[in-house]
C-alpha cells in the first residue's frame, strides 16, 4: 500500500488549520460584529497570494542570479511574472468585497483591532523589497523606519533584503549584457540619435509650413524643443549618469539603451520574450499600485480621514505611497522615447540574422 494511499482533501491542505484561524477580537470580548469574520478572512486570502507572489518572485531572481540565462528560460519568467500579474488583479478585486462592508459595519469592531495594522505584513514588505522598493524611496510616516514594525527574525529578513539585489538589480544587470547594441554592423544608438534628430527637425519644419498661428507655432516649437532636451539627456551617457546622481532617474544609462532597443524592435524573433517580460514588469508595478490606490478609495469611504489603526494619517500617507512607491518607472518611461516604425533605422541583413537566433547573456 502506497503511502499517500489514505491522503484526503482535507489533510492534504490541512484545513483543520485554515478554516479554524479566523477569531473575531468582537466575540473574544464578548460584543460578537457580524463583519469582522468577512475582514478577517479577506485579509488572510491577501496573506495567501502574498506568500505565492514571493514564490514566483523568489524563482525569478534565481534565474535572473545565473551568469547565463538561456532564451527558453525567459519564457519561464515571462510565465511567472504574467502570474503575479493575475494575483495582484485578483486582490485589487477582493477589495469590492470588503467594500460590502459599510463603515459603521466597521467601526462596531476597529476599536478592538489598534494597534494592528497592514503596515505590518511582513509579506507584502518582502514583496516590495525583492521588486526593489528600498527605505531611499520611500514614504516614511511618524519618523520611523518602515521596519521598525519588525522585531528578531522577521526584521532581520527584512534588513537582509534591503542589502541584497532586488529584481530591478538583476534586471538592469540582464540589460546591461544585451549584446546588440554595439555590434559591428550596427551601432543601435548613434543609428537612433540621429533619427531623432531628423524627425524633431522635420516636425519643426511641418509646424512652420502650416495655417497655425504664430503663437501656435511657436508654442509647437516650444515643446518640441523640450522634447529634444530630454532624449539629448537620455541618449548622451554623461548626463543620464548625472540625472542618476540626482535622483531623477535609476535605471543604468546601458540598461535604459537596451530596453530601447527592445522595446523598438520587438518584432525580431529573439526580442519577443524580453519585450514582453518588460511589458509585464511595467504592468506588474501598475497592478500593486492600482491594489493601493484602490484601499485609498476603501478608506476614504470606510473612515474618512480618521488616523490609522497604526497611527498613520490614514488615507493621506496611502496617497503619498501611489505616489510615490513605484520601483520599474523607467521602464515605463521607455514609452516617452518610442518613435513609429516608419522612423526605425533599418537593421543590416546580417543584424537582423543574428536576432532570428537564441543567446545567453
Known amino acids: 500500500m502506497s503511502k499517500n494511499a489514505s491522503l484526503h482533501y482535507i489533510n492534504y491542505l490541512q484545513?483543520?488549520?485554515?478554516?479554524?484561524?479566523?477569531?473575531p477580537e468582537s466575540s473574544s470580548k464578548g460584543n460578537e460584529a457580524h463583519e469582522e469574520m468577512l475582514f478577517i478572512i479577506i485579509h488572510q486570502a491577501y496573506e495567501l497570494w502574498f506568500k505565492q507572489i514571493i514564490h514566483e518572485l523568489n524563482s525569478i531572481m534565481q534565474y535572473f542570479k545565473q551568469e547565463k540565462i538561456d532564451e527558453e528560460n525567459i519564457g519561464l519568467i515571462v510565465g511567472r511574472v504574467e502570474r503575479s500579474n493575475k494575483i495582484m488583479g485578483v486582490l485589487v478585486n477582493q477589495i469590492e468585497i470588503l467594500e460590502t462592508m459599510t463603515s459603521l459595519d466597521f467601526l462596531d469592531f476597529r476599536h478592538y483591532l489598534s494597534p494592528a495594522s497592514g503596515f505590518?505584513?511582513?509579506q507584502f514588505r518582502k514583496i516590495e523589497l525583492m521588486l526593489g522598493l528600498k527605505i531611499e524611496k520611500r514614504h516614511q510616516f511618524g519618523g520611523c523606519p518602515y521596519h521598525a514594525q519588525f522585531k528578531g527574525e522577521e526584521k532581520n529578513e527584512i534588513l537582509n533584503l534591503?542589502?541584497?539585489?532586488?529584481?530591478?538589480?538583476?534586471?538592469e544587470k540582464w540589460l546591461e549584457r544585451i549584446p546588440f547594441l554595439n555590434m559591428k554592423d550596427f551601432d543601435f544608438t548613434k543609428k537612433y540619435e540621429k533619427v531623432i534628430s531628423n524627425m524633431l527637425d522635420q516636425e519643426v519644419s511641418i509646424i512652420n509650413?502650416?495655417?497655425l498661428s504664430q503663437e501656435n507655432k511657436n508654442l509647437r516649437i516650444h515643446m518640441l524643443e523640450e522634447n529634444k532636451k530630454y532624449f539629448q539627456r537620455v541618449l548622451d551617457e554623461k548626463e543620464h549618469n548625472k540625472a542618476i546622481e540626482k535622483g531623477e532617474t535609476e535605471l543604468s544609462y546601458k540598461a535604459t539603451m537596451s530596453a530601447l532597443l527592445i522595446n523598438l524592435y520587438r518584432d525580431e524573433p529573439i526580442l519577443h520574450l524580453p519585450y514582453q517580460l518588460l511589458r509585464n514588469l511595467v504592468d506588474l508595478d501598475h497592478k500593486i499600485n492600482s491594489w493601493r490606490f484602490r484601499h485609498v478609495q476603501m478608506v476614504e469611504k470606510m473612515l474618512g480621514q480618521k488616523i490609522g489603526t497604526g497611527g498613520s494619517s490614514g488615507q493621506g500617507y496611502l496617497k503619498e505611497t501611489v505616489?510615490?512607491?513605484?520601483v520599474f518607472t523607467d521602464l515605463a518611461n521607455i514609452a516617452t522615447l518610442m518613435i513609429s516604425r516608419s522612423y526605425l533605422p533599418k537593421l543590416p541583413k546580417k543584424v537582423k540574422e543574428k536576432l532570428g537566433f537564441n543567446y545567453k547573456r
Request: proline share 0%; charged share 25%.
Open 323 to 326: 505616489d510615490k512607491h513605484k
Open 15 to 23: 484545513l483543520d488549520k485554515i478554516l479554524n484561524a479566523q477569531s
Open 209 to 211: 509650413s502650416s495655417n
Open 120 to 122: 505590518q505584513s511582513h
Open 162 to 171: 534591503e542589502n541584497t539585489d532586488s529584481l530591478f538589480n538583476l534586471v
